[in-house]
């Protein structure tokens, strides 16, 4: 019965759509002779010339050439060389593979192309899968990644989490994972997640401890087909250690008045006083009911099953990127933006109250964003402000000792740290820290050397300060805070120099990555680097997307994603653009473009509900992303 329910998991995740564009990958055969060869052979394929066997795949014959499919696919090289009956028929049936993917992949064993649309990429892979032709898995695994998003990850998980004995599978199935537990309360609302089969919905469910956004997901599914659903409360109970009882049920915090109300609505409750009661229990308190007691409205109604309001008033929150202020050429910005993740589109916040760039920006553990310090018309300032993207309002907070720009922030244990940065005059080395629940500002003991335009990192409760400029050099140079003692130490330098670089704390692998920056000689870099907190050493990564300062780099969903956003190039262009790294080919890709170019902005994730005032604010043109400044950007002032 298992192995049924994952092969219907299976077949309706590769029939869906992910909504990506059509494209066309060409791999191998690059030489012209030898695409000329591979024309000739696929013409003798399409003419059925000189083929020697011939494949039945659900109800489509096939007839190819034995040497062909062999040399392609370890599957078809052990098929027709074991030995077995096979290896000798002429005639073999392939039912359980997927007929379209499958002619597809047979012309790309003779031409060498492979064309991959979002109709067809999942059921490619899994058919690549069967076939053990790994390098079109990591094909379609890589476009997979690019491509994924609220309303396709559901499919893509349930499809790469049955081949995850694959390296490329299991990565996908890892960000495919990440996003669905981080917009649970967008997927379960998706045509993706009601449309799974029973098995679908109770491995989605299965590896989450029960929470109140499950309870809603169970009853959207149930309502997308009460005729048919209903039937498999009880199995979908029993896999998710759910108690049928009534008065279990009630008594159990966990559980949310809508899976009662699925109970009832299923025959196994039909007590008006039992909803009553529910309604009135310890567990419901935060839960707004969302049943309309069908017995209130008369004898006629009495049989009818329960309205349910689709307006659940449990309201999970998921993380939103806000991007703040920066310099556009002409001035400092004031403007905020935030990306709607499901269509990768920018839309307009509420501007802070005073225009900068050059600040610091940290969210505490309560989800507000804090902008700090920064310059704006040659001033540098010590003001600082507080955002509350519920609200989409902004507050005016205690400022900080002293005026600072090109400094570097980070948030860690309840305190706000401000660390070096320019007062117009000198680097500083001074460092200043708010604590966030009793509103004051200390000052801490200062770096051993001062600096501007660092990159600051919190990192396993450390604080770490890197590169940036003192005055008269650009700095390799590291050090980190520790609270305990109130003491910097200092630690391996990185490899190169940098001035205006962005850096990224990635916990799965206990390091700091640091990308990009100016080097000694005023040259934009596209190297980056990442010092192993373990080891305590600095390695060479992957190139940067291109040669940038003064741009922002952070990690998302458990670091199964990282961008990197604005910045100015080596042209001294400044920049919209958002690139996202892809794990897989180990590549930067554009993900999208933010409303304004921004050089030094600065990026905030915090987490909202979806009700959020922020959400309700319109997407707004930008005069400024149409064209590109050709003024020099400033980075930390030499003296």
């Known amino acids: 019965m298992e192995s049924m329910e994952n092969s219907a998991a299976l077949s309706a995740s590769t029939s869906a759509s992910t909504g990506s564009a059509p494209y066309t990958a060409v791999f191998g055969g690059s030489h012209a002779a030898d695409q000329e060869q591979r024309r000739?052979?696929?013409?003798?394929f399409e003419a059925c010339v000189l083929t020697d066997v011939v494949l039945v795949v659900q109800d489509q014959v096939i007839a190819a050439h034995r040497v062909v499919l062999a040399t392609a696919s370890p599957f078809f090289h052990a098929l027709f060389t074991s030995g077995m009956k096979e290896s000798f028929e002429s005639r073999i049936e392939l039912n359980e593979i997927h007929a379209p993917a499958f002619r597809e992949l047979v012309k790309y064993m003779y031409l060498g192309q492979l064309h991959i649309t979002g109709e067809t990429i999942l059921a490619i892979l899994h058919t690549a899968n069967q076939l053990e032709m790994l390098e079109v898995v990591e094909i379609c695994c890589k476009q997979l990644m690019l491509e994924l998003n609220v309303a396709n990850c559901v499919d893509i998980y349930l499809c790469c989490e049955n081949l995850k004995m694959r390296p490329a599978c299991r990565m996908l199935a890892h960000a495919a994972r990440a996003m669905i537990e981080t917009y649970f309360c967008d997927v379960y609302r998706t045509d993706a997640f009601k449309n799974l089969p029973l098995y679908g919905v109770i491995k989605i469910l299965l590896r989450r401890k029960l929470r109140v956004q499950d309870d809603a997901a169970v009853l959207s599914w149930l309502m997308h087909d009460p005729k048919t659903r209903k039937i498999e409360l009880t199995r979908i109970f029993s896999s998710l250690q759910i108690s049928e009882d009534p008065s279990g049920l009630k008594d159990t915090a966990a559980a949310s008045l809508s899976l009662y109300q699925a109970l009832s609505f299923s025959g196994m409750i039909n007590s008006k006083d039992r909803v009553k009661d529910r309604c009135a229990s310890p567990a419901s308190t935060s839960i707004t009911p969302a049943l309309v007691d069908s017995n209130s409205r008369g004898e006629a109604n009495k049989r009818e099953p329960p309205v349910i309001d689709e307006k659940l008033s449990v309201q999970p929150l998921t993380p939103t990127i806000f991007v703040i202020g920066g310099f556009n050429g002409p001035s400092a910005l004031k403007t905020v933006e935030y990306l709607d993740f499901h269509t990768n589109e920018w839309f307009a916040a509420a501007n802070m109250l005073e225009k900068r760039s050059y600040s610091g920006v940290v969210v505490s553990d309560q989800n507000k964003i804090f902008v700090i310090g920064g310059t704006c018309s040659s001033r540098h300032l010590k003001s600082m402000e507080m955002y509350d993207p519920e609200r989409n309002t902004w507050t005016v907070m205690p400022p900080m000792r002293r005026a600072r720009s090109y400094l570097g922030s980070a948030y860690s244990n309840g305190y706000i740290y401000v660390v070096g940065g320019?007062?117009?005059?000198?680097?500083?080395?001074?460092?200043?820290?708010?604590?966030?629940?009793?509103?004051?500002?200390?000052?801490?003991?200062?770096?051993?050397?001062g600096r501007s335009g660092l990159a600051v990192v919190a990192m396993n409760g450390h604080i770490y300060a890197i590169g940036g400029y003192d005055g008269r050099k650009h700095l390799k140079s590291v050090e980190v805070y520790d609270p305990r003692q109130n003491q910097w130490f200092p630690v391996a330098s990185m490899r190169y120099a940098r001035n205006g670089p962005a850096a990224v704390a990635q916990v799965k692998i206990n390091s700091i990555l640091v990308y990009g920056g100016e080097s000694r000689h005023g040259i934009r870099m596209n190297t980056s680097e990442r010092l192993d907190l373990t080891?305590?050493?600095?390695?060479?990564?992957?190139?940067?997307v291109d040669s940038r300062s003064g741009h922002v780099a952070f990690s998302f969903l458990h670091d199964s994603f990282l961008f990197c956003l604005g910045g100015s190039n080596k042209k001294d262009e400044y920049l919209d653009t958002v690139h996202r790294y892809d794990h897989l080919t180990k590549q930067w890709n554009i993900h999208s473009r933010m409303l304004s170019q921004r050089c030094g902005l600065n990026v905030a994730v915090a987490f909202t509900s979806p009700t959020a005032s922020c959400f309700q604010a319109q997407k707004k043109s930008s005069s400024s992303s149409s064209s590109s400044s050709s003024l020099t950007?400033?980075?930390?002032p030499s003296a």
């Open 535 to 544: 080891t305590g050493m600095w390695h060479d990564i992957d190139a940067f």
């Open 422 to 449: 320019f007062n117009g005059m000198s680097h500083l080395n001074s460092v200043e820290r708010f604590d966030v629940q009793n509103q004051t500002w200390e000052e801490v003991q200062p770096l051993g050397i």
């Open 633 to 636: 950007p400033p980075l930390a």
């Open 40 to 44: 000739k052979l696929f013409e003798l």
